[in-house]
Structure formats: C-alpha cells, structure tokens
C-alpha cells in the first residue's frame, strides 16, 4: 500500500457516505441548499487530496492539501447546520460529523508537516 492511500480510501467512503445520507435528505429549501453543496464539497475533498498526492513540488503539495480542507471544513458547516436544524435524526449524522472532524485534523496536520519541510528546505 502506498503511502496515504489509506486517507484516501477513507475520504472515498466519506464521500459515498455523505451522498447516501444527501440521498436521504427530504425536500425542503434549507436540505436542497445543503444537499447540492454538501455533496459538492464531500465529493471533492479525496479528488484533491489524490491530486495534491501527484502535486509536483511540496507547494503544490501544501497548496492542494489546503483545497482538501477547506471542502472538508465545508462540509463539516454543512453537517453542523443540518444538525441543529434536526434535518435527520442525531444518530445519523453525529457518525458522518465525527468521521469530517477527524480526516479535518488528518489533513491539517499533514499539512501542517509539509509547511515545516518547505522552512527547512534550503532556498536556492
């Protein structure tokens, strides 16, 4: 197994999760809103991190891994909003909040790893 195919294996199903649970989403103004964005942001977030895996420089890298983010961080929004509108039940989407929380902190702190390599690199 090569390296981060692990994270991206679990962002896929992240985002087959997050459309199954938009396929659940009943008809109303505020779940249409979320449902179109949300599968947006989900459904992007392991096509860019598989993109900043092939980036060509660690700024790609770094760059790309921020993208992943921020439609994870969306998507967590999303969640949160549907959630405390009690769009669906609690036990369903409390699962799919926690599994966004957590490939957020993955992300970030690889991220994170990557920025301190790009300060110790000397510039040229």
Not at 20 to 43: D, I, Y
Not at 57 to 82: A, P, Q
Request: glycine letters at 4%; a positive charge; hydrophobic letters at 40%.
């Amino acid at each position: 197994m090569a390296k981060g195919d692990d994270i991206q294996a679990r962002l896929v199903r992240f985002a087959v999760t997050v459309a199954t649970l938009c396929e659940g989403l009943p008809k109303t103004a505020l779940a249409n809103q979320a449902n179109g964005q949300m599968l947006r942001s989900a459904t992007a977030a392991p096509s860019n991190y598989a993109e900043a895996r092939g980036a060509e420089s660690r700024n790609d890298f770094v760059h790309k891994l921020g993208i992943t983010f921020k439609e994870l961080n969306e998507t967590e929004v999303w969640l949160s909003i549907l959630l405390e509108k009690r769009v669906l039940l609690e036990s369903e989407l409390r699962p799919v909040l926690q599994e966004c929380k957590e490939l957020c902190k993955i992300i970030a702190a690889s991220r994170s790893t990557a920025r301190r390599g790009l300060k110790s690199t000397p510039q040229t």
